[in-house]
């Protein structure tokens, strides 16, 4: 007698093949959500609305400056990038660079603006009549920065734990030292008065430049 074997292939082919149907089409949609367009905000509201109309003109007006009249990516530069900035910073000194803003374009690539804050192992650069109420701003190069001495009494235990608040801005763009600062005072207000500082921080005036320097 003849024994006819049973077809036991088909379905598990018929398994695989659905199987590698659905893989595919997994492998599709996170092809479309990567391919998907970045969300923009406009530079008037980018980072808690911290540039001016003229800074912004003279950001539009760079090279690298020119495709951010667009706008930059919403990622990088909310209300909400700002908020968990303030979060980072609140949970103690130990913490690394915290970023509440990123300017970026919608082609990607390195951001053309980075402003980052740090606490800071150290006392305030300069005596003060008013100590725990001032902020310096340094430049070199294309880094700007502000010294803030936000004092907080969950950071500093002994004179030796002095700490302070550093808050930079990398600038790729080719921002002059005025605008540079505006930015970054701008921002500093913003975070300063999230973080609690004992006193009520006093920032400086921007630096005044002429037109062709930075």
Known sequence: MKVIQPAK???????AGVTLFAVGCSNSDENSDSAAPQKLTPLTEACGEIFTSDVISKIEDTRRGEELKKGVSLRGASEAATAAAI???NEGSKVGAAEPCTLNGDSGGDPELIIQFAWQSGSFPTEQAQPGTNA???SADETHA???DCRRKDLLSTKADQTVLRASLIDRIGLNS???????IASAKKMTAGLKCAEEVRFPEPPKVNSDLK
């Open 9 to 15: 292939r088909a379905p598990i082919l018929l398994i």
């Open 87 to 89: 979060q980072e910073l």
């Open 136 to 138: 310096i701003y340094e």
């Open 146 to 148: 502000l010294v803030i």
């Open 178 to 184: 005025n605008s540079a600062a505006k930015v970054l």
